[in-house]
T-cell receptor
Framework: AQSVTQLDSQVPVFEEAPVELRCNYS??????LFWYVQYPNQGLQLLLK??????LVKGINGFEAEFNKSQTSFHLRKPSVHISDTAEYFC?????????????FGKGTLLTVNP | SAVISQKPSRDICQRGTSLTIQCQVD?????MFWYRQQPGQSLTLIAT?????????ESGFVIDKFPISRPNLTFSTLTVSNMSPEDSSIYLC??????????????FGPGTRLLVL
């Protein structure tokens, strides 16, 4: 079974600073990778995804992530954060071959952007 | 993407009662999923609900506690039965949409926030 590790449970940063949220997954022959964002008291919104092709994927709100197969990582980055980026970020993986597209989530990283 | 709605958006219930949560999608989808997010925790898959077949439950979840219906390709319900305070969670439905080469992405509803007293 797949597993996802988000190494940081909380990441505090100042506004306009760069940020990286780390995500590692257990290895598999093929994976689909996702980042979701959950704003306070809301549901999950898809931020970006890697299904195939270019390893650098760009998402909404200026976020991007890089798929690194050798390191089994899918870290999320943004060069300059805003206060409105304060939210919980979840990394998720699905195994399209073996698991009927079930998503396995990491425990989440709370990004807090301070003025 | 898909537009997904859930009803109710939140509820406060007494222990021992049951609550049925509805999930409506604006397009026909084969695969739907129900997740639970306990306070301060990540999401855990409860079951997969595909139209035309019985729901498939994950380890730790049983049909008697979480019966699911999937009457058509745009609708599903999850019932939380005989509730206890430990069932206080956010319950989310999601749908799997397929792009080229059957590449799949899941989209989530806004969630139902349940508090059991």
């Amino acid at each position: 079974a797949q597993s996802v590790t988000q190494l940081d449970s909380q990441v505090p940063v100042f506004e306009e600073a760069p940020v990286e949220l780390r995500c590692n997954y257990s290895s598999s022959v093929s994976v689909y990778l996702f980042w979701y964002v959950q704003y306070p008291n809301q549901g999950l919104q898809l931020l970006l995804k890697y299904l195939s092709g270019s390893t650098l994927v760009k998402g909404i709100n200026g976020f991007e992530a890089e798929f690194n197969k050798s390191q089994t990582s899918f870290h999320l980055r943004k060069p300059s954060v805003h206060i409105s980026d304060t939210a919980e970020y979840f990394c998720a993986v699905s195994d399209p071959v073996g698991s009927n597209y079930k998503l396995t989530f990491g425990k989440g990283t709370l990004l807090t952007v301070n003025p | 993407s898909a537009v997904i709605s859930q009803k109710p958006s939140r509820d406060i219930c007494q222990r021992g009662t049951s609550l049925t949560i509805q999930c409506q999608v604006d397009s026909q989808v084969t695969m739907m999923f129900w997740y639970r997010q306990q306070p301060g925790q990540s999401l855990t898959l409860i079951a997969t609900a595909n139209q035309g077949s019985e729901a498939t439950y994950e380890s730790g979840f049983v049909i008697d506690k979480f019966p699911i219906s999937r009457p058509n390709l745009t609708f599903s319900t999850l019932t939380v039965s005989n509730m206890s305070p430990e069932d206080s969670s956010i319950y989310l439905c999601s749908v799997a949409l397929f792009g080229g080469s059957l590449e799949e992405t899941q989209y989530f509803g806004p969630g139902t926030r349940l508090l059991v007293l």
